[in-house]
């Protein structure tokens, strides 16, 4: 058996469509995601939610396959999938046994490229969107994290990814049709392929699937300002939902790797300060915990407390001060059980073809290149304590957006 | 080649393997046969607070020794408690299977220190306050209380604000020590395993443990036709579950409940699928084959808008008659078949979906299966077999309980 490294390729078809692809020979499946830059930040200004209606509406018939023609086809193929925005793509992305992903890579094209968007099917869409906008309103939680990305992010990147009420409730069958001509484009799309594959192969339907869509340049809207400061939203809930964020690096710079170690000292495992300053010591919440997340051209740290009223303050506090307090440094000790967690968590995902299908879509948008699980590891192994200290010191958190959403509002740390 | 592994130490515990030579991970865990089911109504929500007790220390060990020794392991670890289960299981890199057993089974032997208990308490309140926030599981708990009435499946697995917060350490420590015992628990681990390092290890972390005889209660259930509303007029969307007999998770029926219950619910391309999602009628709805041990259920849920509540409520109970009355259809089921079968292939190449299968196998079931044997007891189903399972349990009679705002 091949026991080197598992395998990558990178090819890019004229068009501006990007196909990578590793291959993993130690398992029977594949996972794949098509990716197009029709997220919401790609949204138009006053439509925002139309990717995400369009991202039910492509699924109803495509090709010479009606609705049910094609959602009969995909079961036939056992495709587990999914179609959904984030803030910059449009992603439909499958998993499956690898033998039928020859069949399946021409249907999601069909889907890409000839979409029928029935007109009986619009309503039905934009009403399911506009559901899944309400149903946020009981989830807290998932409130909150829509609403700290809108006011930490400048705009358009802050957007909802399921969209605003008002456009979406104001969007017709018409509009959206023009927008999936604007926006289905193969500039900027990524075809990512992870599983038990033959590059040939894949490169060979990729050629034949894609070769020939055509399409304008994909566009983002100037980046604004970001509102930042804080936020207090009333809502009668039984826990306050608390909010942090403020920015860091972005992935794309090698000192990320420094802002990465340095929140798994705050929340990587259990033994993370948050959880046991604030959880374990104090036992102010049950969920407490941040993590590092990138765009293209910025990164930020998004924190997350939950607690009832009569604790929310003296969380919020201790949340603060954690935070603070690691620009202050972190141990050596705290520095290889952080660096240990993220090197096993690296293995463990590339046993998952859907994880490694993902991983390879985030590199190429944000790196331009696929990294192998090796280069991840040593990426973790390679920077000292002296580094990540120094990394600290040089960007001391100070500036905090806040959002909480329960009965009363709370002092902000600012 | 994946291989299977089974040893008993002299104290009954059941020491199980899947080995995957292909697998760069390893997973390992410890499944007790406790849960809410379980335990007194007195001690509502005790199996989840003593999970999370578990991890505040040993005799050896404080809480913030497990944790730091766990993530100096790099491991992925966790627990969770059910109705009838609760675990503890660790992912790990395969060099750190002794550590990792060696923490796991001390804290298999709690300190349950009393200033502990006081703190985490505020913990398990505060994680019942974080659910009274989501709907979803306000109606799960409500509907299993519609249902199954007297029956202990009825159990909170949280318990509630006034239960935790009488619960004391010596209940705790009772309940601990009536269920604990090896024979009522077992060891699993899949991925890149050495089986007999595995098992000389465990005789020497668990051998002393004392055996002990745990009883579980079977009474039975009386289903009923019933219906409840609970009014929230901070609600914006309308949420309806139901429940209805089906067979347990001992039962051979199981397989044909599993593709009945994803041609009738999936999330993809099911009657429900067609008749609520598509028409944009309700922007969830699923259904599931729910198997317990010794008696088994179906599950249903949708969300919609509160307008449409009363249409979503008789498109679903609509379908439901439409399969009993005519059964599925043959490409329908193939779809379901490859659909599950495709699914069960994915879970299977991660040693920790693997090691969560072989624990509830054993814990149901005493016996171990290959991936293979299900698929092959999978593809056995046909129509006629559906049909037959139809009659035993035909989706009725069905518990329905709302939540939402407005009267009903």
């Keep these: 058996m091949n026991q080197t490294a598992p395998m990558m390729r990178v090819d890019r078809l004229d068009n501006g469509l990007t196909l990578v692809m590793e291959r993993m020979p130690d398992v029977q499946s594949a996972s794949m995601v098509l990716a197009i830059m029709a997220g919401a930040s790609y949204d138009p200004e006053h439509g925002v939610g139309s990717g995400n209606v369009l991202s039910d509406w492509i699924l109803r018939g495509a090709g010479d396959r009606d609705s049910r023609g094609l959602t009969a086809e995909l079961d036939s193929l056992g495709v587990q999938r999914s179609c959904a925005v984030d803030t910059v793509f449009l992603r439909f992305s499958a998993s499956l046994l690898a033998e039928k992903l020859p069949d399946v890579i021409p249907l999601v094209a069909d889907i890409f490229q000839r979409a029928r968007l029935p007109e009986d099917g619009f309503n039905a869409c934009r009403d399911l969107a506009l559901g899944q906008i309400d149903a946020i309103d009981d989830e807290p939680s998932q409130k909150l994290n829509v609403l700290l990305r809108q006011q930490h992010l400048p705009p358009p990147l802050g957007r909802p990814t399921l969209g605003v009420k008002e456009h979406v409730a104001a969007l017709s069958a018409a509009d959206l049709r023009l927008d999936y001509e604007r926006r289905f484009t193969p500039d900027g799309a990524i075809l990512s392929i992870a599983g038990r594959i033959s590059f040939e192969q894949m490169h060979e339907i990729a050629e034949k699937s894609f070769g020939s869509w055509t399409g304008p340049k994909a566009s983002m809207a100037t980046i604004g300002v970001s509102p930042g400061g804080s936020r207090h939203v009333l809502q009668e809930t039984n826990q306050v939902q608390i909010g942090l964020a403020f920015d860091a690096v972005p992935e794309r710079e090698p000192e990320s790797i420094l802002a990465m170690l340095a929140v798994n000292v705050l929340s990587g495992g259990m033994g993370a300060r948050l959880f046991t300053e604030i959880r374990e010591k104090q036992g102010l919440c049950y969920a407490v915990h941040a993590g590092y997340q990138s765009l293209r051209t910025q990164g930020m740290i998004m924190g997350y407390a939950g607690t009832v009223p009569e604790r929310a303050q003296r969380t919020l506090d201790a949340f603060v001060h954690e935070l603070k307090r690691i620009s202050g440094g972190i141990t050596a000790d705290e520095l290889e059980r952080a660096r240990i967690g993220m090197k096993s968590r690296v293995v463990m995902n590339g046993e998952s073809t859907g994880a490694r299908a993902a991983a390879l879509l985030h590199d190429m948008y944000h790196l331009g290149r696929p990294r192998s699980l090796d280069e991840l590891r040593h990426r973790v192994e390679a920077p000292t304590l002296a580094d990540v200290n120094k990394y600290l010191d040089a960007h001391p958190v100070q500036q905090f957006t806040l959002v909480t959403i329960g009965p009363a509002e709370l002092a902000a740390p600012n | ?408």
């Design chain 2, 1 to 408: 080649m994946s291989t299977f592994k089974h040893a008993r130490l002299a104290n009954n515990l059941d020491i199980i393997a899947e080995v995957m030579p292909t697998t760069k991970t390893a997973a390992i865990g410890f499944m007790v046969k406790t849960g809410a089911r379980d335990e007194n109504p007195s001690v509502s929500g005790v199996s989840h607070f003593l999970e999370h007790m578990m991890f505040k220390g040993t005799r050896s060990r404080s809480a913030a020794d497990i944790n730091r020794e766990f993530d100096a392991l790099g491991a992925r670890n966790n627990a969770f408690t059910s109705n009838e289960v609760t675990c503890y299981w660790a992912q790990i890199l395969p060099e750190y299977l002794a550590p990792t057993l060696d923490i796991l089974a001390d804290m298999m032997r709690p300190a349950l220190r009393v200033e502990d208990f006081d703190m985490e308490k505020n913990v398990i309140l505060e994680e019942i306050s974080l659910y009274l926030d989501k709907p979803g599981h306000i109606l799960y708990e409500r509907i299993m209380e519609d249902h199954f009435q007297s029956h202990p499946l009825a159990h909170s697995i949280l318990g509630s604000k006034e239960s935790i917060g009488a619960l004391t350490q010596i209940q705790m420590r009772e309940y601990f020590d009536q269920h604990y015992g090896p024979g009522n628990m077992v060891l699993a681990a899949a991925g890149q395993i050495n089986f007999d390092e595995l098992v000389q290890m465990a005789e020497h972390a668990c051998g002393q443990w004392p055996s002990l005889s745990v009883q579980r209660s079977y009474p039975p259930v009386n289903p009923a036709a019933r219906r409840h509303h609970i009014q929230d007029d901070k609600l914006k969307r309308h949420y309806l579950c139901t429940l209805c007999p089906g067979p347990s998770a001992q039962d051979m029926d199981r397989f044909s409940a599993t593709i009945l219950a994803d041609v009738i619910g999936d999330h993809d391309g099911s009657r429900l699928f067609w008749s609520l999602i598509e028409p944009g009628l309700a922007e969830e709805a699923d259904f599931s084959a729910f198997l317990h041990d010794g008696l088994g259920s179906f599950l249903g849920y949708a969300s919609c808008d509160p307008a449409r509540a009363a249409l979503v409520e008789e498109t679903m109970v609509k379908e439901f008659i439409r399969v009993r009355n005519a059964g599925v259809a043959e490409e329908e089921m193939a779809r379901s078949k490859t659909k599950i079968a495709t699914s069960a292939v994915l879970s299977g190449e991660l040693p920790l979906g693997r090691m969560r299968n072989l624990c509830s196998q054993w814990i149901y079931n005493r016996e171990f299966r290959t991936l293979e044997e299900d698929l092959a007891e999978l593809n056995k189903v046909n129509v006629n077999r559906i049909g037959e399972l139809l009659e035993k349990y035909p989706l009725a009679p069905l518990t329905l309980t709302t939540l939402g705002p407005g009267e009903k």
